[in-house]
């Protein structure tokens, strides 16, 4: 069984800086690809950005590739996304999604090519 974890989300500052975590297991972390999405209150859920782990190749959507850095820690099973200079904008719940199939590229970069998901972790953004 395919488990994915996100921790990390906070309450802060416009301006400031998070890092969210996403740790997974039951699955080759080597050969997988892990996406994190966002959702905020009435709107759909929005990809962010994915990383594939066979060859660390990222994918970045929309303005988010300014301020959001994606990357692995293969060691431990785990994803991190830092988001730089954080604005009320972010505030969402943030998902992790894992696929050991799947490989993430910008065309193809949306939720329904993940099958595992994390329980999500709260983001916001006070002004």
């Known amino acids: 069984e395919v488990k994915v974890v996100e921790s990390g989300g906070a309450l802060v500052q416009a301006g400031g800086s998070l890092t969210l975590s996403c740790t997974t297991s039951?699955?080759?972390?080597?050969?997988?690809?892990i996406g994190w999405f966002r959702q905020a209150p009435g709107k759909e859920r929005e990809g962010v950005s994915c990383?594939?782990?066979?060859?660390?190749?990222?994918v970045y959507r929309g303005s988010t590739k300014d301020r959001f850095t994606i990357s692995s820690d293969n060691a431990k099973d785990t994803v991190l996304l830092q988001i730089d200079n954080v604005e009320p904008e972010d505030s969402a719940v943030y998902y992790c999604?894992?696929?050991?199939?799947?490989?993430?590229?910008?065309?193809?970069?949306?939720?329904?090519?993940?099958?595992?998901w994390g329980q999500g972790t709260q983001v916001t953004v006070s002004s």
């Open positions: 990383i594939n782990n066979r060859d660390n190749s990222t």
């Open positions: 999604a894992a696929d050991r199939f799947f490989f993430c590229s910008f065309e193809y970069f949306d939720r329904y090519n993940f099958r595992s």
């Open positions: 039951g699955l080759t972390f080597g050969d997988s690809a």
